[in-house]
């Protein structure tokens, strides 16, 4: 009996709390980026006139049904209503703030979890996007090539 409880118990014990701020220090989650196992939770602060929302790297700053999505909060009594996720897998998850254009706009407020290292640049493109459309075709086939291919090794 007691050889099925421990390696349950050991997963409790082994699994980490992670903080996001979510506006704290304006356009911005800090930290960006996080890597994380199954097991673990995110807990993402929420800050005035913030909130978060799961995307996808298609449309990274689109609301889906199906995606986590902390709710709209007008008052977030800087930091102190907080947004639980727990982790499910250690596929990557991207985030952004849904609130106004804060995803559109020329900061791009995105974040993610487990991002594959060469796909960091997906941050770079969110928020270039929207400050040189003349750019957005070559940036956008760099970094989808980039996915494939970290996807393909993650998998």
Avoid: W
Avoid at 78 to 88: E, L
Avoid at 104 to 120: A, D, E, K, Q, T
């Amino acid at each position: 009996m007691y050889r099925y409880v421990a390696p349950a118990l050991l997963t409790l014990a082994s699994a980490a709390v992670h903080t996001v701020q979510v506006g704290r220090a304006g356009l911005v989650f800090v930290p960006e980026t996080i890597s994380a196992v199954q097991g673990d939770t995110i807990v993402f602060e929420l800050f005035p006139g913030h909130n978060v929302v799961e995307g996808d790297f298609e449309s990274p700053c689109q609301i889906d049904d199906d995606n986590f999505y902390s709710g709209p909060y007008s008052g977030t009594d800087s930091g102190a209503k907080k947004f639980v996720v727990n982790v499910t897998s250690n596929n990557p998850v991207y985030y952004f703030c849904s609130v106004q254009r804060h995803c559109h706009s020329g900061s791009g407020m995105v974040g993610g979890i487990n991002i594959p290292f060469c796909f960091l640049g997906f941050f770079s493109l969110i928020r270039q996007r929207h400050k040189c459309r003349s750019q957005e075709r070559s940036s956008v086939s760099i970094s989808f090539s980039c996915y494939s291919v970290c996807h393909r090794r993650n998998r």
